[in-house]
């Protein structure tokens, strides 16, 4: 079974910087997308950032001009650059990445498992 394995989440002060990552745990076929999801206590997940194969990223409008979203292909790993951080970006962040194993006909989403982010006013 593929996994997603993320790190980089933690506590710092509000205007202060973090750094997130996810790697696929497994040699695949080919991935699509990858992207970043956040989770706020009593609110949805929502999306944060996305890459898709051959695009430009999309960055939820809340995190447009802080958050940078970046890929490295040849180790099937996404970034998310997070600077200029506030207490409204405190929430758990999972990585999302729809890709294609080795020998499947079908893409699928595999989710990593959470990481907490907490900025502190």
């Known amino acids: 079974q593929v996994q997603l394995v993320e790190s980089g989440g933690g506590l710092v002060q509000a205007g202060g910087s973090l750094r997130l990552s996810c790697s696929v745990s497994e040699n695949i076929f080919s991935i699509n997308s990858m992207g970043w999801y956040r989770q706020a206590p009593g609110k949805q997940r929502e999306l944060v950032a996305v890459i898709l194969r051959g695009s430009s990223p999309n960055y939820a409008d809340s995190v447009k001009g802080r958050f940078t979203i970046s890929r490295d292909n040849t180790k099937n790993t996404v970034f998310l650059q997070m600077n200029s951080l506030i207490p409204e970006d405190t929430a758990v962040y999972y990585c999302?990445?729809?890709?294609?194993?080795?020998?499947?006909?079908?893409?699928?989403?595999?989710w990593g498992q959470g990481t907490q982010v907490t900025v502190s006013s």
């Open positions: 999302k990445i729809r890709l294609r194993r080795i020998w499947s006909e079908l893409d699928s989403d595999y």
